[in-house]
């Protein structure tokens, strides 16, 4: 997935995406890895472009609920890194052997708003609607 197919960003100027795309990371995870725990301090968002995530409600210590699995062309995981209060409101972890493009929210925050112009939204000020949804089990 590029970060131009990502429902977040689509519609944005080339230039933004463009800057956008400089920021992001590569990232390869093994089958049954954590990506992270629900309510942990939200820090990167992730673009799926190969594989498949599960997100997963915690119900027990040792038990989790499959929620759904992203697989590439479902958009992205963690978006909690760009709403305040900054948590993700489920775990991830990866279902299969997976490659993602990590944006690193806290570290990148500068980057992401000065040079794309973009800021993450806050409860107050909600963004747009997502153009459809995501996340869906194909």
Same mark, same amino acid.
């Given at each position: 997935?590029?970060?131009?197919?990502?429902?977040? $960003?689509?519609?944005?100027?080339? &230039?933004?995406?463009?800057?956008?795309?400089?920021?992001?990371? *590569?990232?390869?995870?093994?089958?049954?890895l954590w990506l992270y725990?629900?309510? &942990?301090?939200?820090?990167?968002?992730?673009?799926? &472009?190969?594989?498949?995530? &599960?997100?997963?409600?915690?119900?027990?210590?040792? #038990?989790?609920?499959?929620?759904?699995? #992203?697989? *590439?062309?479902?958009?992205?995981?963690?978006?909690?890194?760009?709403?305040?209060?900054?948590?993700?409101?489920?775990?991830?972890?990866?279902?299969e052997p997976s490659r993602?493009?990590?944006?690193?929210?806290?570290?990148?925050?500068?980057? $992401?708003?000065?040079?794309?112009?973009?800021?993450?939204?806050?409860?107050?000020?909600?963004?747009?609607? *997502?153009?459809r949804s995501f996340g869906?089990?194909?």
């Amino acid at each position: 997935m590029t970060v131009a197919s990502c429902y977040l $960003f689509r519609g944005l100027p080339a &230039e933004k995406i463009k800057a956008i795309d400089t920021i992001c990371m *590569p990232q390869t995870l093994a089958s049954g890895l954590w990506l992270y725990p629900k309510a &942990e301090q939200a820090r990167n968002i992730y673009l799926l &472009e190969e594989g498949a995530v &599960e997100l997963l409600e915690p119900v027990e210590p040792d #038990i989790e609920v499959p929620v759904a699995l #992203i697989r *590439p062309g479902n958009d992205c995981v963690g978006i909690g890194a760009l709403l305040e209060p900054y948590t993700y409101t489920l775990s991830a972890r990866s279902k299969e052997p997976s490659r993602l493009d990590r944006n690193r929210q806290r570290r990148s925050a500068s980057a $992401f708003q000065v040079r794309s112009g973009i800021r993450p939204c806050r409860d107050d000020q909600p963004g747009p609607a *997502p153009s459809r949804s995501f996340g869906q089990y194909p």
